[in-house]
């Protein structure tokens, strides 16, 4: 399974949005909206997909709709 090019850390996938936001909010998303990432052992990833839809201005709620799909092909 080819996870590691579909997740980003948590911390570089906010990085990365067109508006830096901090490792808390990201938190805050994958708690409200948790098929945006996965946590593997003590640390949070995003789906690469929920993190490029999230900055073209996509809401959560759809984002999170990517990031299952995203899971549902890297399951598979």
Do not use: Q, Y
Not at 2 to 30: D, F
Not at 42 to 51: P, Q, S, T
């Amino acid at each position: 399974m080819a996870t590691n090019t579909l997740l980003e850390p948590l911390t570089e996938a906010m990085n990365l949005l067109p508006a830096p936001r901090s490792r808390g909010t990201g938190h805050r998303w994958l708690r409200l909206h948790p098929d945006l990432g996965l946590r593997l052992g003590c640390r949070d990833f995003i789906w690469r997909e929920a993190r490029e839809a999230i900055g073209r201005g996509v809401p959560l709620a759809e984002a999170a709709k990517i990031g299952r799909a995203a899971r549902e092909r890297a399951a598979a």
